[in-house]
């Protein structure tokens, strides 16, 4: 006796097999650190803080989400540091970006003249020779949803970028993103 006979489907083994490779593959995707370089720096305004002037900018900051999932990202302050100490600051508005995608981001951000009045003499040493060094800081945090489950992410973000004082062109930047991705 060979007992019951078993009915083939080949449906349920093509559906079997394609649900065993997507969970393969979401299980094995490593998330990817996300990518971000600084476009171009636009001055939108001059702010007298007697004796001095604050500086209002446009920070145009192209980002690049790399993973194979969308992600939604709380508003955060990235911080602007010059020759050690805090110039200023930039606002980043809470926002979301598709799967391996690309987007342009505009920046509004403030710098302090008080802060840069207190450098004074590096900074016309860097407008003499046209090029300053500004470094910037942000941690931004967010989701990513992966099927039905929401994964928190932190991404911290550090860039030193070279401008030209006088015409603010971005001559030079290196910027390194490292995300952690929680699994609870």
């Not at 992600?71 to 805090?86: A, K, P």
């Not at 979301?96 to 987007?103: A, I, K, L, N, V």
């Not at 505009?106 to 802060?115: I, Q, T, Y």
Request: proline content about 4%; some cysteine.
């Amino acid at each position: 006796m060979m007992g019951k006979k078993v009915k083939w489907s080949w449906s349920s083994a093509i559906i079997g097999a394609a649900s065993a490779a997507a969970a393969s593959a979401l299980i094995s995707a490593k998330p990817k650190d996300p990518t971000f370089h600084v476009i171009s720096i636009s001055l939108t305004s001059f702010k007298l803080n007697l004796p001095v002037l604050d500086l209002e900018l446009i920070l145009t900051v192209h980002v690049t989400n790399p993973n194979i999932v969308p992600i939604h990202y709380s508003s955060t302050t990235m911080s602007i540091f010059y020759d050690g100490s805090l110039l200023g600051s930039a606002e980043v508005q809470a926002g979301s970006q598709g799967p391996q995608s690309c987007q342009l981001l505009r920046l509004p951000a403030r710098l302090d003249g008080v802060e840069l009045a207190h450098h004074a003499v590096k900074f016309l040493t860097d407008v003499a020779r046209r090029e300053m060094v500004l470094d910037a800081t942000v941690d931004i945090g967010g989701t990513a949803k992966v099927l039905w489950w929401h994964h928190k992410f932190m991404v911290r973000v550090d860039s030193r970028v070279t401008v030209d004082p006088v015409f603010l062109d971005v001559n030079d930047q290196k910027t390194t993103a490292e995300m952690e991705v929680s699994l609870t």
